[in-house]
């Protein structure tokens, strides 16, 4: 399994596969690398070409969560290359499927592909497979929203209260704890100034992404549980899907 990693806000929560954890074997660390590589590749293309993280902070983000599981440097401004043209790559069009899991649960799944047809072929079946369904665009999509999400780690000096308060003055949507991790909510536009905010002050960044946060959660049954956790195994595996939002309850 490649992780499936879920947040909470208060009362929300949503799953996300994080694509890795870093004692990942290599097999597992190859397919990551390459997903990191086509995710910093289309970051370049849909930021007209510019390599350069400080123009474009979407290539910005996927080069911080690619250093943060160990990708080599080389693999990175490979795929930087690519994305730019100086390197012949595939080509690479941005994915989004909405379906239904397991006890109802609601999906967003997002990747990237060389091949549309194919990756919706494979999407259906692990689905299928796996006690859901697909959904018609847009049918899934309404019980989201889209925030900013900025994760930090209580560290020396600061306790978890201070992060909160200081957070809460920069003006963020939400705040919430779960497992000694603080998770910041932002409006999307607000997510860059936030987190440069919070850097200056020299506070450490575990990461920060744009997400789909589930409006209201769902109980599953352990069951089902169960199920959608080996369907959320079997989308990470697939080679195009990136992440996966739901409306889990945990």
């Not at 401004?77 to 730019?84: H, K, L, P, S, W």
């Amino acid at each position: 399994m490649l992780g499936v990693h879920f947040v909470h806000m208060s009362g929300h929560s949503h799953a996300k596969t994080v694509m890795a954890t870093k004692t990942a074997n290599n097999a597992k660390k190859g397919k990551i690398y390459s997903k990191y590589g086509r995710l910093i590749t289309i970051a370049v293309k849909e930021g007209g070409g510019s390599g350069d993280p400080t123009k474009n902070s979407k290539l910005k983000a996927a080069m911080e969560q690619a250093k943060a599981m160990d990708m080599p440097k080389e693999n990175i401004e490979r795929a930087i290359q690519r994305g730019t043209g100086e390197l012949a790559g595939e080509a690479l069009t941005s994915v989004s499927y909405e379906g239904f899991g397991p006890g109802g649960v609601a999906l967003i799944m997002e990747g990237i592909t060389d091949n549309t047809n194919r990756t919706l072929g494979e999407v259906k079946t692990i689905l299928n497979q796996n006690g859901g369904k697909m959904a018609g665009e847009g049918a899934v999509r309404w019980m989201f929203d889209l925030r900013g999400v900025i994760i930090l780690s209580p560290e020396e000096g600061k306790t978890k209260e201070e992060l909160e308060l200081l957070a809460i003055e920069l003006g963020v949507e939400d705040v919430s704890c779960r497992d000694n991790m603080l998770n910041i909510y932002t409006k999307p536009e607000d997510l860059e100034a936030i987190k440069k905010a919070l850097e200056e002050k020299q506070i450490k960044i575990e990461s920060s992404s744009l997400d789909y946060v589930a409006k209201e959660d769902i109980e599953l049954s352990e069951k089902e549980k169960e199920q959608a956790e080996k369907l959320f195994e079997a989308l990470d595996e697939n080679d195009a899907i990136n992440f996966i939002y739901s409306n889990i309850k945990e």
